[in-house]
């Protein structure tokens, strides 16, 4: 939220302007020493310096640029009746940009882009939205560097025959900490990292933002690591400095054990503090409800200044939560507030550039047209309850090694689900159905590419085909699903007329994926043979039905928006029938005799004839 108290001390005659493109830069403002991490940085330039707003256009003098800055959420800017239109804001200074808070009016923009500039002139863009659908849209940066004086929204395409029309254009971010013979936090608006966060909402990116709620209490401006022990995260101070405290504000899942470490080079880290036995059994008897709980500081005065570049909390132990009872509960770690106190540093500290597309063509990797009388067992795992797997989603069935449920025959893999009540035993539990699921784990690992599959589905309600990646880490405890990252090219639960694909991953994950639905066109059904595919590059997945796509999702776009993007490491091959279970019933409601499964299609598979055929397989990389 911004704060108002902080705009009505600056407000001042609202001046509404529109200049030039490329408006030759200002000097630099000072900001008001209140500014704080919670204020709209564009609000405060705007309320400072009305003319540090401009604009391409305006529909007319009640709705000019500076309206989407004055904190008034009844007056908006509207562009223009152009696709091309603008709108940016001089900062007034150089700042690292956390996140950017569009309030659309009902004439949004369904292509546009973000974009920062240092000098007015060269903008490279943070942000691109090719499918907008309006309302409140924030975009996290990290962990790009965005890092100027300047943001502007650029319109690529409108969403009505009307301009854009913006209620508030807001900018979150602060001055990074720069180089210092004095004692100071060099940590400040520097660039963080962890190997996991919750979502894009709860990045290490705002354990440096300089704030943090006074009690110690609630959700504003965290790092949260995902639900595991060996966590950590990290500062860039940007150069080599000397370093005598480090302040770790705490919200309440904070670490019972920890350990603090620098490092040169954020590959080789030695351990400068670790809290003391008696801390730690003080901390982990520290036990309450959620809704009791509050957050800590520690102040951790080190026994003599170090040296290193990075500086890096490793978790060894969750706090526990009585809740319910019994039962006793843990979360990830969750973080506020990262400070280093020392002198030296560098406010040149920035994040890496992400990865791009290779450019060379693309060649065949891997290829399976079963066209032999057995299963390829040196391309292909079979997958059991039990043994490779445990039971999931609350699907019916076993998967069995088994020529009855796995088969290959006139040139197509079979996967059949069979019916036999109680006649299953697997993983210790009894089971009335088989079926059967293959992967290329240990065979076949791989990072990009085009995959795609020739399929032929079973129709009816509860019968869920699958076609997928899963990442390699899965089984690692200290990763897990879904860290792993997950990529579903096709899921079919039983409908004739549609396929779904999605992606699961930190923030993303479960019912809350990032996915899409398809329609066949022209009456084609999942009962008729059909090719799909995604490819996967380090930029974007886009998924494809018969060569038409069908989604598509950016890394950018994942990134700032939903949470950590988990597809630069390793995925393998997945087939499989599933019956029942989660995805299903959620769309068929049927609870008797099984979970997703009715009794029809009980009838079907108890009758043979249930099965997914695959023609071929293939996976295509470049280099």
Not at 451 to 480: E, I, N, Q, T
């Amino acid at each position: 939220m911004r704060s108002r108290t902080l705009l009505a001390a600056l407000a001042t005659t609202a001046l509404l302007s529109s200049g030039p493109l490329l408006a030759a830069p200002a000097p630099a403002l000072a900001a008001p020493a209140a500014v704080g991490w919670d204020t709209d940085r564009a609000a405060v330039a705007y309320a400072l310096n009305p003319a540090a707003v401009t604009a391409s256009g305006s529909e007319n003098a009640g709705t000019g640029p500076g309206l989407a800055f004055d904190g008034n959420a009844a007056t908006r800017w509207s562009s223009d009746f152009a696709d091309d239109a603008w709108i940016r804001v001089d900062l007034g200074a150089v700042l690292r940009v956390d996140r950017v808070t569009l309030d659309w009016e009902a004439a949004y923009g369904k292509r546009y882009v973000l974009e920062v500039s240092k000098n007015g002139t060269d903008w490279t863009p943070f942000y691109t939205e090719t499918a907008g659908t309006g309302g409140s849209v924030t975009a996290y940066t990290h962990p790009q560097e965005v890092t100027g004086r300047y943001i502007r929204l650029r319109g690529l395409e409108r969403a009505t025959p009307y301009g854009y029309s913006l209620w508030s254009f807001e900018v979150y971010g602060g001055e990074p900490a720069p180089a210092s013979t004095t004692r100071t936090n060099l940590a400040l608006h520097h660039p963080a990292y962890a190997d996991y966060y919750q979502d894009a909402a709860h990045s290490p990116a705002f354990i440096t933002d300089g704030g943090r709620p006074a009690d110690l209490k609630g959700d504003a401006s965290r790092w949260s690591s995902d639900w595991n022990t060996d966590r950590w995260v990290s500062v860039d101070l940007g150069a080599q400095s000397t370093i005598d405290t480090v302040d770790l504000y705490w919200e309440s899942a904070y670490a019972v054990d920890y350990l603090l470490q620098v490092s040169d080079d954020n590959r080789t880290w030695r351990t400068v503090y670790e809290p003391s036995a008696a801390d730690v059994a003080a901390r982990r008897a520290d036990v309450e409800s959620p809704s009791d709980a509050a957050g800590l500081h520690d102040s951790v005065r080190l026994p003599a200044p170090v040296t290193g570049r990075y500086v890096r909390m490793l978790g060894k132990e969750r706090r526990s939560f009585y809740n319910p009872a019994p039962a006793t509960a843990q979360f990830g770690y969750s973080l506020y507030e990262f400070e280093v106190w020392g002198t030296g540093g560098s406010a040149s500290a920035a994040y890496p550039a992400l990865p791009a597309d290779p450019p060379s063509g693309y060649h065949t990797a891997f290829f399976d047209d079963f066209t032999g009388t057995a299963l390829d067992r040196s391309k292909w795992r079979v997958v059991r309850t039990g043994t490779e797997m445990g039971p999931v989603n609350g699907e019916a069935q076993a998967y069995v090694d088994s020529p009855d449920n796995i088969s290959v025959g006139d040139g197509s893999l079979l996967l059949k689900a069979r019916y036999c009540k109680g006649c299953t035993r697997a993983g210790g539990g009894t089971y009335d159905f088989t079926s059967g699921r293959v992967d290329t784990h240990t065979h076949l690992d791989f990072t990009y590419g085009k995959v795609s599959a020739r399929m032929k589905l079973p129709v009816g309600d509860g019968f869920w085909p699958a076609f997928w990646l899963l990442g390699s880490d899965v089984d690692d405890p200290s990763v897990s699903w879904p860290a792993s990252g997950e990529t579903d090219i096709m899921e079919n639960i039983g409908y004739p007329d549609w396929t779904s694909s999605a992606l699961h991953g930190p923030g993303y994950s479960a019912d809350g994926n990032i996915g899409a639905r398809q329609t066949y066109p022209g009456g084609g059904t999942a009962g008729q043979w059909h090719t799909y595919a995604v490819e996967w590059t380090p930029t974007a997945l886009r998924f494809f039905v018969d060569d038409r796509l069908v989604q598509e999702t950016t890394r950018n776009k994942l990134e700032s928006t939903r949470g950590q993007w988990v597809f630069d490491h390793h995925q393998y091959l997945v087939l499989n029938l599933a019956l029942g279970g989660a995805y299903p019933a959620g769309w068929n409601k049927v609870t008797a005799p099984y979970w997703g499964l009715p009794q029809s299609s009980v009838d079907k598979i108890a009758s043979g004839g249930v099965r997914a055929e695959i023609d071929w397989v293939r996976v295509e990389q470049k280099g």
